[in-house]
């Protein structure tokens, strides 16, 4: 007979995972608590502007392609440009620096506007670029407790350069160390949030991160970033997957010590496996209470969470690029109100995103629809309406002096999204971004598997599980999720 499988979430994780699971000839339902699917990536259009909800970055499209190639379908039908510039930033001093997407320009820019010697920048990013060719087939795209899966000729290849990872060093001591500008280290500690963590804390080896935008370069997909939901959701629709919306799953029902259905806020299905894309510790707390919690697993620390403004801008700015960050030239002392006193910094660093530049449709002629990032700590209660009108007008103030325009005037339109948002719409506990944070070496460890070691039939994805947060872990805990349960179950 046909085995049946529940995903609860359509995330991004849940979303590749149920494409995973038809392939294989599997019966597969989502329930989805949301009218809509993708999660964080979603997308609003009013007033002839439209914004992109949730990520901005899309970067190892390789996990999507490989989804259309396990369904049998062509990915080319997936359009997206490589943009030619991964960033532009602006530091307080005047400095501006434009990384396009060229290595040998990428050095002779860092080299001329930063003062670094051409040839450390060079083994920088050679080394970036070992690190994650030998780390992430182990790191990323195995289960790291299921030592069989690891075991092998590129564990040993990586266990040997094991010196090159600087474990003992935070991302911050290794960039410092190898470059001579402070501002040099800004640009490569900035890597840190892209999985919510300080870079003053976070373990070196995360600095490989920056090999994926500055080396490889980030997409933009043709239509921005909701096309990842809309093409994957149609992928899954192909497959025969069956969606389930506004049905938030309550239950998980168990059975000597094993899945066998979920009871629904519309009734109760019974299934042989479940895959869980709702946060981990949320999974256990409300779905499960009666069962074993795995505590020190989910008591760990969260990632950083965002206020973000989204604004219908009248006018077009020449100077700004797809992404842009305008930086703080106190970022030690950003992340550490972040994540110490779980505040927003007073002065933080601003991040601008406008899909518009490459993507026409996003906003009217002459004008732009600009996504302003700024990081914010974790909800445990703060005045958030407070802290959004002092950083509105810190950003509209900063931002007005920074281009010479008045910024204030140009806003056509405008919403915001901040972590009690986050937190309500996504069911991300406390509004956290990328589940937990990675500020200690031991980090990735500590990260909740990819299945439960005490109730066969249930696995777990998205960012709140291994490998972690942001798009390509999630892409990828899909892929290790599965691979578990085909070999708990021995489908082949
Ligand atoms: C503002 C912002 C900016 C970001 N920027 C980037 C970026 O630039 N690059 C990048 O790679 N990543 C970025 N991210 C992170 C990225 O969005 C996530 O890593 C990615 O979307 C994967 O999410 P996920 O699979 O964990 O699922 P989620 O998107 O968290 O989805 C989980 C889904 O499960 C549903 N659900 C939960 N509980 C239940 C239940 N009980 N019953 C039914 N349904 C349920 C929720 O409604 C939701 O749809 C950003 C996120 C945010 C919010």
Known sequence: MKKKAIVIGSGLGGLSAAIRLASKGIETHVFESNPFPGGKINSRSIEGYRFDQGPSILTCPEYIEELYTICGEDFSSFEMAKLESSFKYFFDDGVELLL???REKVIEEISTKLHEDPKQIENYLNKAEDNYNLIAPLFIEKSLHRWRQLLGKKLIKALLKLPQYKLFSTMDQENSRFFKNKRTA??????????????YMAPAMLNMISHLE???????????????TESLTGLAERQGVNFHFNEKVEEIILEGGQTKGVRTSKGKYNTDFII????????????????????KTLEQERSSSAIVF??????????????NMVFSDKDEEEFDTIF??????????IYIYISSKIVKDDAPEGCENWFILINAPINIGQDWDKEIELKREFVIEKLSKRFNRDIRSIIQFE???????????????????????????FSAFYRHPNYSKQIKGLYFVGVSVHPGGGIPLALSSSKIA???LYEDFKIH
């Not at 800004?186 to 870079?199: D, K, L, T």
């Not at 989204?310 to 992404?323: A, I, R």
């Not at 901040?418 to 937990?436: A, L, M, Q, V």
């Open 100 to 102: 396009k997407h060229d």
């Open 186 to 199: 800004q640009v490569f500690n900035r890597f840190a949030i892209y999985n919510g963590s300080h870079p």
């Open 214 to 228: 500055i080396n490889v370069g980030p997409y933009l997909p043709k239509r921005g970033m909701i096309q990842l």
């Open 276 to 295: 869980s894309n709702m946060d981990v510790s949320l999974t256990y707390e409300k779905l499960l209470p009666n069962a074993k919690h795995p505590k």
């Open 310 to 323: 989204h604004w219908g801008m009248k006018e077009s700015f020449p100077e700004l690029d797809v992404h």
């Open 340 to 349: 110490k006193e779980k505040k927003v910094f007073d002065e933080p660093s």
């Open 415 to 441: 919403e915001i999204l901040d972590p009690r948002t986050i937190e309500n719409k996504h069911n991300g506990k406390f509004g956290s971004i990328y589940g937990n944070a990675s500020n200690n070496r």
């Open 482 to 484: 599965t691979e578990c």
